[in-house]
């Protein structure tokens, strides 16, 4: 059975068409690349595959769940990284982790928040508060707070993005590892680049509708590659010879 | 860029945000509730002039105008939070300065004057030809309306620039600021304590109406006071921008981890409710919005509170101002409370947790009561002593009770976490009018008959407060229905 299964789904925003009858399906252990261009759909499919707006029409089942029914159950199990980071204002790094555990119920907490405020260098800046933090150190903390419960299952808007070149190999590292051991990733990226050397699948839209889907190593051919093959998919003529 | 079409593009900006909550055409139609319900009134007002004199009527417009402009310019306060948000999913030309060439005095004088279009357009013009659309039933002259428009105006604008002044200081400098309220706040209690200074003084506007037609016809003195208006409100606007800090500097501050010791304090509540709750009491504390809150709440008590103690004591007029009717007006006057809590953070990440739209207004329900009920019941129980009505305490902790729980139900119920947007929204209006104006006038009526006939008017507030308790109890369970599927 698929981790995550979208069929035909719609989501209108007054007359306007963002999706149109999008379907996706995810296996366990796929890292699934989610491209398009500005505007084409993707975030708008992240927030319904996780819960957090409900679809036009078309159903979505994550870790066999309807996540139109009952999306609450969803994300408990699941971790999500949103576009644009928004940690709450007030808190620090340490008490946005706390309240986040605390929601979630999660046992051994101090260990956990330890380990995160480590692995992203966030120990340094204890005192600060999220809206005095740099847009980076807020990344850092929006993706500590979806990894902290040790998700089955991520869902991933532009991760890399506000990340120094460090940070991004880190997580790169940090998400081949998690996938190796068993997880999979749902990740939407305009990072091409490194989206080429993460993902097995992938799905391209543009306009609301898919217009590419399948295994990487399929669609991008012998000397072919990603930012091609995405290019080529969105109606972009490439000069002769590329 | 030219003021002019900062202007336009600010007021494009304000008129988007609002339509974006409720939609266009709801939105729209708030102009048409204000336009139906002056209309009605000039329609009606020769019933009203039974009651109240002419005189009462323009004193309680003009208040009225003036109020409505100090709110207006209170949003100012938020200007602040506006700035911080820039890099949320909101942005606002106010932040411009950051990136463009353009002046915090440039976006601040284009705010001020955006507001006063804005809202002339929103509400005083609607107001107008509501009365216009009257006057050939009522032989009202045009004049006297076009008059009556000018000096309302007047007295908006003074209000909507003593606030933006307020918020300039509470900006640049938290004492300058509590001292500037302190006096204006003083020169209106002397004003309805000791009637000095005279009202016609502190809102001039009020001694132009009177001077014009059909109050008066002392043409000079009407146009003294328009003048003196003028200048104020501009003078004030002017020191507004004067003040106002060119460069706003975000003050980095280091905070110790105070969730764990909240969440270790809030022991009486589990699971997600204790999580919720102790976050909430962070957010206020940090955010420094109590300072704001004890002004908007605070403050009417106190004001409501030498009112009734004056009537019945400066003046000893019977009116019936007792404890009763005293703690039915602080279960209304808190409701607005709520609309605070609401605007203290974006609550976007919320949709990323498992926790839903009705838990988040459960636990601020919550966090409301535990603001509030402390203070309103150290009012309720003073002014009670300072009347000498101990004999109605009882009755008076259970009236502010009940009211004070139904208005933030109803209120939480109407709006969920966007109060200031939908009440906008002129079906929700509607709703929230009838709603918390018809207990209220019941409850007023029935404790000013206390005295006359005890038993009459005990059973018939037990009778309201009953049905606002059943109301209350279908209310708050609706919440789960009505906002389960709405996103953060």
């Known amino acids: 059975m698929p981790v995550l299964e979208a069929k035909n789904i719609v989501k209108e925003f007054g007359g306007l068409k963002a999706l149109d009858r999008v379907s996706i399906s995810v296996e366990k252990g796929d890292f699934f690349g989610f491209f398009g261009p500005n505007g084409a759909g993707k975030t708008t499919l992240i927030r319904i595959l996780t819960g957090q707006l409900e679809p036009t029409s078309g159903s979505v089942s994550v870790l066999g769940i309807d996540a139109v029914k009952e999306p609450l159950r969803v994300k408990e199990l699941i971790g999500i990284v949103p576009e644009v980071e928004s940690p709450p204002s007030y808190l620090t790094g340490y008490e946005y982790l706390y309240f986040v555990g605390k929601v979630r119920r999660l046992a051994n907490l101090e260990d956990r928040i330890d380990k995160w405020l480590s692995f992203f260098d966030l120990e340094t800046k204890k005192g600060t508060i999220c809206k005095d933090m740099s847009k980076g150190m807020r990344q850092k903390l929006m993706l500590a707070s979806a990894f902290i419960h040790e998700p089955d299952v991520l869902f991933l808007d532009e991760p890399f993005i506000n990340l120094d070149p460090i940070y991004q190999r880190t997580l790169r590292e940090y998400l081949e590892e998690y996938i190796a051991k068993g997880g999979t990733v749902f990740m939407a990226s305009h990072i091409l680049e490194i989206s080429e050397k993460l993902c097995n699948k992938l799905a391209i839209v543009n306009l609301g509708r898919v217009v590419a889907q399948g295994k990487i190593d399929e669609l991008v051919g012998e000397g072919d590659n990603l930012e091609r093959l995405f290019l080529r998919s969105v109606g972009v003529l490439l000069p002769r010879g590329e | ?488």
């Open chain 2, 1 to 488: 860029m030219r003021t002019k079409d900062l202007l336009m593009l600010m007021l494009k900006e304000e008129f988007r945000t609002h339509a974006s909550y409720s939609g266009k055409h709801r939105f729209l139609s708030f102009p048409v509730f204000v336009f139906i319900l002056s209309l009605g009134s000039g329609l009606t007002i020769n019933k009203m002039l039974e009651t109240i004199t002419l005189e009462q009527f323009a004193v309680f417009a003009h208040l009225s105008a003036f109020m409505y402009g100090l709110s207006v310019g209170a949003f100012g306060l938020m200007g602040r939070e506006y700035l911080e948000r820039r890099y949320g999913r909101s942005n606002y030309l106010v932040a411009m300065p950051y990136l463009l060439p353009i002046s915090f005095r440039t976006t601040f004088l284009g705010i001020y004057l955006r507001d006063a279009v804005f809202y002339m357009l929103l509400m005083l013009i609607p107001a107008t030809l509501g009365l216009v659309g009257a006057a050939p039933f009522m032989h009202f002259s045009m004049v006297s309306i076009g008059l009556f428009f000018v000096a309302v105006l007047l007295a908006f604008l003074l209000g909507m620039s003593l606030s933006f002044l307020a918020s300039v200081l509470y900006i640049r400098n938290l004492r300058a600021f509590v001292a500037f309220t302190a006096v204006i706040a003083a020169l209106f209690l002397s004003q309805g304590v000791l009637n000095v200074p005279g009202l016609n003084a502190l809102v001039p506007s009020l001694g132009f109406q009177m001077n014009v037609q059909p109050l008066g016809a002392d043409p000079m003195t009407a146009v003294l006071y328009a003048a003196a208006s003028l200048v104020a409100a501009a003078g004030m606007a002017a020191l507004s921008y004067a003040l106002v800090q060119v460069r706003i500097n975000i003050v980095s501050q280091s905070y110790g981890d105070m969730l764990p010791a909240y969440h270790s304090r809030v022991h009486w509540l589990t699971g997600l409710n204790r999580a919720l709750i102790s976050k909430e009491l962070v957010d206020l504390r940090r955010s420094g919005i109590i300072a704001k809150m004890f002004f908007a709440f605070v403050l009417p008590l106190l004001f409501l509170s030498i009112t009734v103690w004056f009537v019945n004591y400066g003046l000893a007029i019977p009116v019936g101002f007792n404890s009763v009717f005293y703690a039915a007006m602080v279960g209304f006057i808190g409701v607005m409370m709520y609309n605070w809590l609401n605007n203290i953070d974006l609550a976007e990440y919320y949709s990323l947790l498992p926790v839903t739209v009705p838990q988040l207004i459960r636990v601020r329900i919550l966090v409301f009561l535990l603001l509030t009920l402390g203070i309103s019941t150290f009012f309720v129980v003073a002014i009670s002593l300072l009347n000498g009505e101990t004999e109605l305490l009882w009755l008076a902790l259970v009236v502010m009770f009940v009211t004070s729980l139904y208005m933030v139900i109803m209120t939480a119920y109407l709006t969920g976490l966007k109060t200031s947007s939908f009440l906008f929204d002129t079906s929700v209006l509607a709703k929230f009018s009838i709603m918390s104006f018809l207990p209220d006038v019941c409850l007023t009526i029935l404790s000013f008959s206390l005295f006359a006939d005890w038993t009459f008017a005990v059973v018939g507030i037990a009778l309201v407060l009953g049905s606002l308790a059943v109301t209350t109890r279908i209310l708050y369970r609706g919440i789960e229905t009505k906002w389960l599927r709405t996103s953060f």
